[in-house]
């Protein structure tokens, strides 16, 4: 089993930035990879961004250049760096891991954590 736990949300003005973390425990593999996701009131849950425990990264065009995803693997912690917040960043943001078992892919969520970008 895998516990994620989100920190760093928040209210900000627009324009501003905030810092996201989220840690993982039980049991995590050396291979796998770890993202954020956002939902939106009455919108899907999206993928922000995503980043491998080699370093890969893939972003949403819509955060290219204002988010950066980072990773530390000895301490299990993704963060995701947000600037140039808009409006439209409002959302519940969602930690994700994704590994492999040997029955396949198994996915751990976090309970979220609130952002809320105010104009």
């Known amino acids: 089993q895998v516990q994620l736990v989100e920190s760093g949300g928040g209210l900000v003005q627009a324009g501003g930035s905030l810092r996201l973390s989220c840690v993982a425990s039980?049991?995590?593999?050396?291979?796998?990879?770890m993202g954020w996701y956002r939902q939106a009131p009455g919108k899907q849950r999206e993928l922000v961004a995503r980043i491998t425990s080699g370093g890969s990264t893939n972003y949403a065009e819509s955060v290219k250049g204002r988010f950066t995803i980072s990773r530390d693997n000895a301490k299990n912690t993704v963060y995701l760096q947000m600037n140039s917040l808009k409006p439209e960043d409002t959302a519940v943001y969602y930690c994700?891991?994704?590994?492999?078992?040997?029955?396949?892919?198994?996915?751990?969520w976090g309970q979220g954590t609130q952002v809320t970008v105010s104009s």
């Open positions: 994700n891991l994704e590994q492999f078992y040997s029955y396949g892919l198994s996915k751990s």
């Open positions: 039980g049991r995590i593999f050396s291979i796998n990879t």
